[in-house]
Each structure stands twice: as C-alpha cells, then as structure tokens.
C-alpha cells in the first residue's frame, strides 16, 4: 500500500502487523479442507496526514458480499438495539422516507415498516437481502456508489434520513460511498452512521477487529474528513458501546459540530490518535494478549481440560488465526447462524456446530469469540455453571468467569 485511500499522502506508518489469515467470512465446506486456501496479509497502517487507520484492499466488497454468511437478525441484542434507534430518530426527525445502506436481513428497517413509513433497503448481498424482503421489506441488491445514490433518489426522492450501520469502514472507496451518501440524503435531511470506534480498539486492545473487510478504522477526526470528503459535514456523534465502542455520527449536507464532537476530538488528542504517539506500543499490548490466551489454551489441554468456543464471528477468526489455535486447543465452536454449522473456521479449520451441544458435552471451559456481547451472552451462557463450566473472555485481557 502505498498512499492513503483518504487524503493520497504516501506517509503511511505500520501500526500492528498481524501476518497472512483467510479471509474471515470464507467458512470452509467439508470438501473444502483439502483444497488450497489463499491467505492475505493483515497490516494496520496509519495516515500521518489524515490519520485514517487502514489495511491494503486486498479482497474486493465484491467478492466479500456477494454471498454473504452474517445476519444481522441473530444477534437478538443487535435487533433491539436498531429497534431503539429507530423509536428515538423516528420520533426526533418525523422522516417519510428512510433509506438505509447495508441493509442485511431487515433487522432495522423492518421497524420502520412497522411504523407505517416508506423506506428502502440498499443490501449487496442477495442472499441475506432476500431474507429482509421476506420480511416485507423493501431492498434494491447494490453497492451504493454515487450512480446508485443518484438512481435511487431519482426514483424514490430524497431521504430524510440515510442510515449505514457497519459499513463505513466496509467499503475501500470511502469518497465514493459518501458521495452515494449525499446523492441519497435531502438537503435537509440526516445522515446516520455506526462505525466501530478507533479510540476503543487501540484502548482495549480490539484487535481482532481488524480483518481484510474493514478496510479503514475510525477516529472522529478521520471519520470527520471522509464525510467532508464526499460532501457530508459531521454535525453531531454519540459514543455507543456496540462492538466494544462504537462512534454514531451524525451528518449533513451543511452545518457545524457540536459540543459533543469538539468533546470527543479532544479525547482522541489526549489519547494521542492525532499524532504517532498513541499507536506506539499496540503492537506489544497485541503480543500480550495472544501470549496469554495460549498459555491458558496450552495449560487447560496438558490438564486434560475440554474448551470450546462460542460464535464463530469475523473477529473470532482474526483472533484464531492470529494466535495460531487449532483443534488441538479448541476442540470446536458453536454459533446461532445455521449457515455456518457443518462448516470449518477459515485458516484455522475448526468445526462449527449448533449451540445445542455444549450442554450435551459440559465442557470445562467456553472461550467466548463475541466478546463484544458479553452481556448477552454471559446471561445466555448461565447453564454453563451447572456442571462448573466456566466462560473464558479473551479481549480486552484474558479473564476466566
Ligand atoms: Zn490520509
């Protein structure tokens, strides 16, 4: 890589690097286990102009999404959470038309349906986009680049509210899906966006976060510049605990930021994301946590102990991938998605089974992948204590519950 996506600066210095993995969405079929599988490097780098945080797009959205395996409807903490935000925006800005990008299973909109209000789905995949028209929600499969923006609203008219959840570092075309951002929006419209925050991951050591389909991680700072970038002005931003922290950005075509946004720009500086020194130093706290986790993989295994995992999310591979865990360790994971169940954890080639069976094995340990639910499912997980289970967490820092 050798300028930044951003601002074009060719002053881009390595943050972590976390060696070669799979892509983290290619679960492997049985048949698959004796094919070749294709790895490709995974090394954070930041802007020293922009400060944008990205990896080299090596694998395009395309070939990510055009099947896609994640349905944002399993996580039942995840529907509720679009739930509320459409209560309370809905409420505030009284839209008659929601468009939203990235649009999955209609976990969001189909809320908004609910409520009576016009709306349409912007959703690459066809298979997870078939899923929400099930629901009754209304879905064009596309990438939004600024032609889609312009069609759409030349059929539909403005929105008044644009909403993209997780996709804003999904997309290595920052500009161009902003611009489709401004093409949806009403010139008095809303543009809402979720997008993990950067100023999280670097403090709690999120680094299974990074994987070859978030191809930039924000700062508000840098996330403030790719919206200018496509003619969008960050007006406001809400610090959400999703995804272990999240930033929710709110945009415009015109209008000036908030206290809340000089707020958190200052917090960013404090914590050294504005210049070099808060990224020093992440690559040793990375080292630290991989360590920790196969030392207590490695000792349960010589104890004779049983771990296994539960979900088998994009991260979780990052994570399995990078600390090199293999069957020996993990004797198999469990996840919710059917899709996945027969299936093998890329790279590292763990099987993924229904949730059902940890109570029929009672393992001694679970290493939960989604740590970001840890509420969820640490009350999910309750019936693991029946038999002296225990649940294992491994970021921030490895805790055994
Ligand atoms: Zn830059």
Request: charged residues 20%.
């Amino acid at each position: 890589m050798t300028s930044c996506r951003l601002c074009g600066s060719a002053d881009l210095v390595g943050v972590v690097d976390l060696g070669a993995t799979p892509p983290c969405e290619l679960f492997l079929t049985a048949e698959q286990l004796d094919e070749p599988e294709l790895t490709y490097p995974l090394h954070l780098r930041v802007c020293t102009s922009c400060w944008l945080a990205q990896i080299p797009p090596l694998i395009t959205p395309e070939e990510t999404f055009t099947e896609y395996a994640y349905f944002a409807s399993y996580s039942a903490s995840w529907v509720e959470h679009a739930r509320k935000f459409v209560d309370s925006a809905v409420e505030r800005l009284k839209p008659s038309f929601v468009a939203e990008v990235a649009s999955n299973d209609g976990y969001l909109l189909q809320h908004v349906v609910e409520r009576g209000i016009r709306c349409l789905g912007i959703e690459p995949s066809a298979n997870v986009g078939q899923a929400a028209k099930e629901k009754g929600v209304p879905t064009l499969t596309a990438f939004l680049t600024p032609q889609t923006g312009a069609a759409v609203r030349a059929e539909h008219g403005p929105a008044d509210l644009v909403v993209a959840n997780n996709v804003y570092a999904h997309i290595p075309d920052v500009v161009g899906f902003t611009e489709g951002l401004r093409a949806l929006v009403a010139d008095d419209g809303w543009v809402s966006i979720e997008v993990q925050h950067l100023l999280t991951l670097m403090e709690l050591n999120q680094y299974d976060t990074i994987y070859h389909e978030h191809f930039q991680y924000y700062t508000v700072a840098s996330a403030q510049r790719a919206l200018a970038s496509g003619g969008l002005t960050l007006v406001d931003v809400e610090l959400l605990p999703t995804h272990g922290g999240s930033i929710r950005l709110w945009a415009r075509p015109s209008g000036s930021p908030s206290d809340r946004v000089l707020d958190v720009l200052a917090r960013e500086k404090a914590a050294g994301l504005h210049d070099l020194s808060g990224y020093a130093g992440f690559a040793d706290r990375v080292a630290r946590v991989r360590r920790d986790l196969l030392r207590f993989l490695i000792d349960a295994a010589d104890e004779g102990r049983t771990v296994v995992g539960y979900g088998a999310p994009g991260k979780g591979n990052t994570l399995l991938n990078h600390c090199g865990i293999r069957q020996d360790l993990l004797a198999y994971t469990v996840d919710r998605n059917p899709y996945k169940h027969g299936r093998f954890t890329p790279g590292t080639r763990i099987p993924i089974v229904a949730p059902e069976r940890i109570a029929q094995d009672r393992p001694d340990y679970v290493l939960v992948l989604p740590w970001n639910l840890r509420e969820e499912l640490t009350a999910q997980l309750s019936y693991v204590h029946e038999w002296g289970g225990r649940l294992v967490f491994p970021i921030p820092h490895l805790e055994v519950v």
